[in-house]
């Protein structure tokens, strides 16, 4: 294969080596260093294609035996020929030199072997060549195919030009089968010889690109310009020509890497599409290579920013159909499940819920996610698995339906006190268990919830659970009225029924347990119990002595009297309830306080409802787990099993339960583990939904107002129970312009990450009934961090609010001190206008503000420059003394003008106060 350099192509082109080289560089074609550069033919043809499809077009070179006019194509669609000049020997030089010119340039390509049609030429249209009579069998086989070889040709300049249009043309095959042969020798040649010209007219020849001039001939055959009818002209910066349409010959190229199509999709290999198809392809290919606006950023042929128009997003194939998906959602399981790519789902986030609001692994509520499919017209159903908790808790249900109701006991009953805060319910159980319980409270109410049992004078055994009573302890009245059979409402005599009393009433009827009323307190002078009665009887609490049907037991907690009767109402209602237990079997219950004791770890506070629970049982309670090391019953003591309607505390959990969790003894520590981890990552999930919901909500009203100011708060509480009612009551107190946002919280005592979570947030460390440990003290001295410490949890409250306040902008108000009148004015070079004036009323000081009134008509307002009283300066001047005055910034003052002074005042604001208008 003879190669070609670049100098040398140079000059059909009529360009320097250099420029050709670089031309050729700016194209693509790299490896081109300089003009010395050496070309193999199938590399020149290839860059003849792109140069022509640039317009660039090489100058063919000239036969000394062909004439430029021999050929032409007619706009009426005929081909005429010129008569041939016939060598000495009596051939056609002339048709024999036109074929062979291109044949130096390609081999050329075959056409699909189909017999090609004859059409008979116009009768008028047909000039008959004329023979030597000498001619031989040869000259007339030669003398038939020049016809055939000129239409072939024609064929081709018509195929050029349509080409240049950028659109597919017919095969140049069609049309020479629709010339056939016309001329007469044609027709009076051999049938072999006939087959010989009709295969040699199936080649297809090479384009010639020069223009010949017009010719004048006989006419030869027609070309149906309706098979060969180009669009409409196109830009010719989308222009193309291919390798393959240089090279006629095609030849298969070798198929993709099975990885590459395993990876990227099976494209099938290039030898099974046509030449068409092909070239189809290399024209996609080249354009995209040759956009100017680029696929990019930035780069050669590139934009300098921004995405291509080819942007838009295709459709899911689950259009208008329903899909599954599985709960919690997120972005990429989302994308899956439609059949689309994830990228294509980001940016329909970001535009509906706002750019960095979401990753490709964000969790998504239902909402969103049913948003975000409608955006691709699919519709969604979510699928909440059967996870390992509800296989565990069916299981347990199964094996407690196989025991027999036979072994079914009566269970003691379970009562929780729940009234007003300082009514006296903790007093009551300890004059019951003979205890000083409400002793070791702090501030003398109740702050954690408690069980307890106790014996009646007649043997019967009841649980009590005590409750707080103050308005922030509401989900634990709401959990205790949950937890058990019948509930004691405690009213105190002198006190009436109270905002908490009606709480507590409604709790218990949510739960649909009986009440009993204790009316407390009866002991005191002060106590008005007929009173009390009548406002009970307003709540629907008709007492049994007035003919209802509610059961008032009047006791005393400092006497003790009737306290036994109260028992034994409370064990005649459970008898009416028909309370019975398996008392064989694995214990349940729920949960009712939790804490971290030093030394045990985490102690869990249960009522065991069923079952009985044993030293050794594995045990899971919310996100805890883990075998029983030790019980302990409610006087401390450690005991080995604990029954139906029997309060524990037990220590060997994982993690810290939920108060109000249910809690069950499972066989297999596995199972336990599984199911704890499985609560643990849907809690987790859950939460960071809500994060990004409220860090949403704050975006947005950042972006639409002023943002709110912030008390950053870190919580350590003794228990579980504490610390929820911390984050309950410090969330609820809310302000316009400030909030309280808590970083974290937890149960035990403040630690070292703690203080640097506040030095961090800014935040104030709150340690209710928590110690401090060294670590942590040094290092919040060091980082400058407060730590509070408090044991009553109104004054945790309390602190917070005063906190919230002083980040209120004060309520400023405007207070009228005097009015001054201008009597006579004294003009200064050096100083202005000087007012000389009379106080009307009040007075006029040195630092207030004022007002110039003109005809009732504030013209000015600003300050004083200087006040003076008999050519000494003044801090005051009162009523009915006379003064000279001297306003800041301003001369226009008139005789007659009257000067309001007035002073702003600061009045610091409440969180019940309203918002200060803008």
Not at 206 to 234: C, H, R, T, Y
């Amino acid at each position: 294969m003879s190669k070609k350099r670049i100098h040398e192509l140079a000059k059909s082109y009529d360009m320097s080596g250099k420029d050709l080289a670089a031309k050729l560089r700016d194209l693509g074609f790299s490896h081109i260093k300089s003009h010395m550069t050496a070309l193999d033919d199938f590399e020149w043809l290839q860059a003849q294609g792109v140069l022509e499809a640039h317009g660039l077009v090489a100058k063919q070179p000239k036969s000394e035996s062909v004439e430029e006019d021999d050929l032409e194509t007619l706009s009426g669609g005929l081909i005429k020929r010129k008569k041939k000049r016939k060598a000495a020997g009596g051939t056609d030089t002339t048709t024999s030199a036109a074929v062979e010119a291109p044949a130096k340039q390609t081999a050329p390509k075959k056409a699909t072997p189909q017999a090609p049609e004859r059409v008979e030429a116009e009768p008028q249209a047909t000039i008959p060549a004329t023979a030597p009579p000498q001619a031989e069998d040869t000259e007339a086989a030669e003398d038939t195919a020049a016809p055939a070889e000129v239409s072939r040709e024609a064929a081709s300049q018509v195929t050029d030009a349509t080409s240049n249009t950028g659109t597919d043309t017919a095969e140049p095959t069609e049309l020479v089968g629709a010339e056939g042969p016309a001329s007469p020798e044609a027709e009076a040649a051999p049938e072999a010889e006939g087959a010989t010209q009709v295969a040699e007219v199936a080649e297809t020849t090479e384009k010639i690109a020069p223009k010949v001039a017009k010719p004048a001939g006989n006419v030869v055959g027609f070309i149906d310009l309706s098979k060969i009818q180009a669009a409409p002209k196109k830009s010719e910066s989308r222009k193309l020509r291919s390798r393959d349409d240089v090279l006629p010959d095609v030849h298969p190229t070798l198929r993709h890497d099975s990885k590459r199509s395993m990876l990227r999709g099976d494209r099938g290999s290039r030898d099974s599409l046509t030449a068409a198809q092909l070239r189809e392809r290399e024209a996609g290919r080249y354009r995209r290579h040759q956009r100017p606006s680029g696929g990019g950023r930035g780069g050669r042929g590139g934009r300098a920013g921004g995405f291509s128009s080819r942007t838009a997003f295709e459709g899911s194939p689950h259009a208008g159909t329903t899909i599954a998906v599985d709960v919690p959602v997120t972005i990429k399981k989302l994308a899956e499940g439609m059949a689309i790519k994830g990228n294509q789902l980001m940016k329909v986030a970001f535009r509906e819920l706002g750019f960095g609001t979401v990753t490709i692994t964000s969790v998504i509520d239902e909402d969103t996610a049913s948003l975000l499919a409608q955006e691709f017209e699919v519709e969604l159903k979510f699928v909440r698995e059967v996870e390992a908790e509800e296989a565990l808790i069916e299981a347990l249900k199964a094996s407690r339906a196989k025991i027999d109701d036979e072994h079914l006991e009566v269970r003691n009953p379970t009562v929780a006190f729940l009234g007003h805060v300082d009514h006296g319910k903790t007093t009551l159980i300890d004059k019951i268990r003979s205890s000083q319980v409400a002793e070791g409270e702090s501030g003398g109410i109740t702050q954690h919830i408690g069980a307890y049992r106790v014996t009646t004078e007649l043997g019967h055994r009841v649980t009590i659970i005590d409750t707080p009573g103050h308005a922030a302890f509401t989900s634990m009245r709401a959990r205790g009225a949950q937890a058990v059979d019948v509930v004691v409402l405690v009213v105190a005599a002198d006190a009436g029924v109270q905002p908490q009393t009606e709480e507590a009433l409604n709790h218990a009827r949510a739960a649909e347990v009986p009440i009993v009323v204790a009316l407390n307190k009866i002991d005191r002078a002060e106590a008005n119990p007929q009173k009390a009665l009548e406002q009970l009887a307003g709540l629907n609490l008709i007492p049994e002595d007035w003919g209802g049907e509610t059961a008032v037991m009047p006791v005393s907690g400092i006497t003790g009297e009737g306290l036994q009767g109260l028992l034994e109402r409370i064990f005649l209602e459970s008898e009416i309830l028909e309370l019975n237990c398996h008392a064989d079997g694995p214990a349940s219950g729920v949960v009712l306080e939790a804490e971290i004791q030093q030394g045990k770890g985490i102690v869990a506070h249960l009522l065991v409802q069923d079952g009985t629970l044993c030293r050794g049982d594995v045990i899971l309670a919310g996100e805890g787990y883990g075998r029983v090391r030790s019980i302990h019953d409610d006087f401390g003591n450690e005991i080995q099993t604990g029954g139906p309607s029997v309060p524990v505390e037990v220590s060997g959990l994982s993690a810290l339960p939920g108060i109000g969790e249910p809690f069950h003894v499972v066989k297999k520590l596995d199972e336990a583990k599984k199911v704890a981890e499985e609560r643990a990552r849907k809690n987790r999930a859950s939460s960071m939904v809500e994060r990004r919901t409220l860090d949403n909500a704050a975006l947005l009203q950042q972006v639409a107002g002023p943002r709110a100011s912030q008390v950053n708060l870190v919580i350590r509480a003794d228990v579980q129970g504490s610390a929820e009612v911390l984050r309950s009551a410090l969330s609820e107190a809310v302000h316009e312009e400030v909030e309280t946002r808590i970083l974290q919280s937890g149960v035990g005592a403040v630690t070292e990450n703690d203080v640097l979570l506040a030095s961090t947030g800014d935040a104030l460390v709150i340690a209710f009934n928590v110690g401090v440990g060294s670590k942590a003290r040094q290092t919040a001295e060091r980082e400058n961090v407060t730590i509070q410490n408090f044991s009553v949890l109104y004054d945790v409250i309390n602190a917070v609010h005063e906190i919230m306040e002083g980040c209120l902008a004060p309520a400023v108000a405007e207070e009228i001190t005097g009015h001054t009148e201008v009597r006579k004015l004294f003009k200064s070079s050096k100083i202005g206008n000087i007012a000389g004036c009379m106080v009307l009323d009040g007075s006029i000081a040195r630092n207030c503000k004022l007002r110039v009134l003109r005809d009732d008509t504030v013209i000015f307002t600003g300050k004083l420059a200087s006040l003076r009283r008999e050519a000494d300066d003044a801090k005051e001047v009162r009523e009915g003394f006379e003064c000279g005055l001297v306003v800041h910034n301003y001369g226009d003052i008139r005789e007659g003008d009257v000067i309001e002074s007035f002073k702003t005042v600061e009045t610091k604001r409440t969180l019940d106060s309203a918002p200060l208008s803008s």
